[in-house]
Structure formats: structure tokens, C-alpha cells
């Protein structure tokens, strides 16, 4: 039976928008047709994600959301829970098993911090987007969390944004709009670094694996996914996009130059990482 345990503890407002914006699907199923290319980086990162998760007893995930990848790993573990800060998260996760008739999972409110499980329960742990959303002051606790609950042969596989990818497109979608500001009489903003309107702090790679090594990891695996140019906050980029989806060729013109670009590591704004306890086997 699903069960779907509420505490008060709820999300900023953005998730309530979030939330009605998808209709109970998964999230990123609710874009647009023309945005099919931003829903892009979510299923490469699932995709990536599948590749590393080994099949086990008990799974969680850390910032469920909707529980895209709980259902996911619903055939691949005898049991899945997830766990999010947000209520209406929370809700809409569980009903969504329900309505898929996935089987049994288990989602609870509750933050990153203070995991409410046992020592050792979960095989595998992961934390998909959400460490950019915890306070930077915060993070070691967090990770310091999931290694408690974490099983001595377990693993945790964590994925966050770059902060010199996602600066660097930050930068070429503000250059490429100027003229458009300029026209409509709107600030510049060549050298800010656009974020969504709820705490999100990124980080660098370097930083990634301190964090990880002072919370007791011990990375085996790290790798780069996802394309799309300036994906918090779109200046040019969005609007080229909508005129392009409009015409047959253009729109074809414009999946194979994203195609092409997503092949180019360099360009990949998420970083993936595979880690387990220390004492075991390094990168």
C-alpha cells in the first residue's frame, strides 16, 4: 500500500506552482512540445543515473519530487521510499504511484538533513538536483545523513549543475539577448548570474569532492550529462526556440545543432558522481 507520511514541514510557494504546472505527471513530462529539448537533460540524467544503480534491496532518493526516479528503480528493488521537503511534493509523488498502479513506495516529508530511517538501511542512495538547493552551510550534514543511512557496501550517486558550465551559458545567453534588452529598454545583464526565484547555490567540481571526502566518500565514478545553453533562467535562447518550433525545417535544423553539441562533454552542465564509504575503492 502506498504510504504518504506528512509533517509540517512544506516547500516555498514555487513548488505549488510547480506541482499545478504538471498536472500530477512527472516533471519532465509537463514542458511544451518546443521545450522538449530542456526535458532532454532530465532524461539524460535519468538515463546515466540507470546505468550506475545497482539492483538491491532498499532504495532511496533524497529530494524525490514528483518521484520520477523512485518509479524508476520500482522493479529494481524490493522496496523504494523517497523523501522530500515539500508536502505537496510528497502528496503528489504518492499519488502518482497510485494512478500508475506502480506498486508500493514509501515517501515522506522531511529534509535532506534528517533522514528518518535507521543506520544502514538503504543499498543504494541517490540525491538528483537538490544538492544546489541545500544551504551551502548545510551540505556536510546532508551528506554526513546519507552516509548513515547508507549500508557499508552501499553507494550514492549524486548529480548537481556546475557552476563553470552553467556560468558560462549564463554569460553567452545574456551577450546574445543585449540587442534584444536594448531594443525593449531593459537592464543589461552581461556578467549576472541568473538563478530560479527559490535558494539555489552551485558549486564546482573541486568543491563537490571536498564536501564528498569530509562527509566520508570515497568517489568511484564521475561524468558529465546534459545540454542545453542558460537552463535557469532563458533569455534569447527561449524565444529562438519558440519561432524555431514553428517551422518544420528550423525545428530540425535546431535538434540536430543541440544533438551535436550534446555529444561535446564540455558543454554538459551536470555532474555525476558514484561514491561509496570510505575505505573502499577511489577514482
Same mark, same amino acid.
Given at each position: 500500500?502506498?504510504?504518504?507520511? *506528512? ?18 505527471? !512527472? ?8 521545450? =522538449?529539448?530542456?526535458?532532454? #537533460? ?6 546515466? @543515473? ?12 533524497? &529530494?524525490?519530487?514528483? &518521484?520520477?526516479?523512485?518509479? #524508476? ?6 522496496? @523504494?521510499? /523517497? ?23 514509501? @515517501?515522506?516529508?522531511? =529534509? ?7 543506520? /544502514? ?36 550517486? #549524486? ?9 558560462? $551559458?549564463? *554569460? @553567452?545567453?545574456?551577450?546574445? =539577448? ?12 552581461? $556578467? ?19 564536501? #564528498?571526502?569530509? =562527509? &566520508? ?17 532563458? &533569455?534569447?535562447?527561449?524565444? !529562438?526556440?519558440?519561432?524555431? $518550433? ?5 525545428? $530540425? *535544423? ?18 555525476? *558522481?558514484?561514491?561509496?564509504?570510505? /575505505?573502499?575503492?577511489?577514482?
Amino acid at each position: 500500500m502506498n504510504t504518504c507520511t *506528512i509533517a509540517a514541514v512544506s516547500g516555498p510557494p514555487e513548488y505549488r506552482k510547480k506541482v499545478a504546472a504538471a498536472q500530477g505527471k !512527472w516533471w519532465y513530462e509537463r514542458y511544451d512540445d518546443w521545450q =522538449s529539448l530542456y526535458a532532454r #537533460l532530465v532524461l539524460d540524467r535519468n538515463d546515466r @543515473v540507470q546505468q550506475l544503480v545497482s539492483e538491491g534491496e532498499r532504495f532511496l532518493d533524497i &529530494g524525490c519530487g514528483f &518521484g520520477d526516479m523512485l518509479y #524508476l528503480q520500482s522493479d529494481r528493488f524490493s522496496s @523504494v521510499h /523517497g523523501v522530500d521537503p515539500a508536502s505537496v511534493m510528497v502528496e503528489q509523488a504518492a499519488q502518482n504511484f497510485v494512478i500508475r498502479d506502480a506498486g508500493p513506495v514509501d @515517501v515522506r516529508c522531511g =529534509s535532506a538533513e534528517k533522514l528518518p530511517w535507521d543506520d /544502514g538501511f538503504f543499498n543504494t542512495v541517490t540525491m538528483l538536483d537538490v544538492y544546489e538547493h541545500i544551504d551551502p552551510a548545510h551540505r556536510e550534514i546532508a551528506l554526513k545523513e546519507a552516509r548513515r543511512v547508507l549500508s557499508p557496501c552501499g553507494e550514492l550517486i #549524486l548529480v548537481t549543475p556546475s557552476r563553470h558550465v552553467l556560468r558560462f $551559458w549564463n *554569460i @553567452v545567453d545574456n551577450v546574445l =539577448s543585449a540587442p534584444i534588452r536594448l531594443l525593449r529598454r531593459r537592464p543589461q545583464r552581461f $556578467w549576472k548570474f541568473l538563478t530560479k526565484s527559490f535558494t539555489e547555490e552551485f558549486c564546482t567540481k573541486a568543491e563537490l569532492l571536498a564536501d #564528498l571526502n569530509r =562527509s &566520508g566518500f570515497d568517489v568511484t565514478d564521475f561524468s558529465r550529462v546534459g545540454f542545453y545553453p542558460a537552463p535557469e533562467t532563458m &533569455g534569447l535562447t527561449g524565444s !529562438w526556440l519558440r519561432l524555431c $518550433w514553428q517551422s518544420a525545417p528550423l525545428r $530540425w *535544423i535546431t535538434q540536430a545543432v543541440f544533438h551535436c553539441l550534446r555529444s561535446v562533454a564540455i558543454w554538459r552542465q551536470k555532474m555525476v *558522481i558514484r561514491c561509496v564509504p570510505s /575505505g573502499r575503492k577511489k577514482l
